[in-house]
Structures are given as structure tokens and as C-alpha cells.
């Protein structure tokens, strides 16, 4: 699933999860209100999840760019190992 799936299907967990419970304490069913719980809490985990790849690719590329700005405070050139442009 991709992340923007994974954000509505979390959000339609959350929304539905809400609406079970709700219903639970309107009826007394502790069942409804427990299945309404958990499918809440199924939805935050999804909209948790959909939220953590972009931060993980973001941390990613912050980590290599102060790798490659290292690199280029040591006098290394950055493009070792590509073909050189200049020529």
C-alpha cells in the first residue's frame, strides 16, 4: 500500500473505530465498544506508519548529504566512481 492508502484506510479505521464505540455506549455493548477500540487503534497505527516512510527518507538523505558534505571538506571529490562532466 502506498502512503496515501495507508492514510485514508488509517483514517476510515479511525472514523469507523469511533463510530463503533460510540454506538457501544449508547446500546451497553461492551463487545462494540471493544471492537470499536481496537479498530481505532488499528487506524492510528496505519496513519502512524504512512507518516514514518517519508521521515525515514528524509533522515536517509539528510545522513548522505552530510556524508557527501564531509567528503568535500576532506578535498575528496564527491563524483568518485562517476564520469566527469567537465571534460
Do not use: C, F, Y
Not at 477500540?37 to 487506524?43: C, F
Not at 578535498?75 to 566527469?84: L, T
Request: hydrophobic share 35%.
Amino acid at each position: 500500500m502506498g502512503r496515501t492508502s495507508n492514510r485514508a484506510t488509517g483514517l476510515a479505521n479511525q472514523a469507523m473505530g469511533n463510530v463503533k464505540q460510540g454506538i457501544g455506549k449508547l446500546v451497553g455493548s461492551d463487545g462494540l465498544q471493544s471492537q470499536g477500540a481496537t479498530q481505532k487503534l488499528k487506524g492510528d497505527a496505519q496513519r502512524a506508519a504512512a507518516h514514518a516512510r517519508p521521515a525515514a527518507k528524509l533522515r536517509r538523505a539528510l545522513v548522505e548529504g552530510a556524508n557527501m558534505g564531509r567528503t568535500i571538506l576532506r578535498g575528496q571529490s564527491v563524483n568518485d566512481g562517476w564520469p566527469n562532466l567537465e571534460e
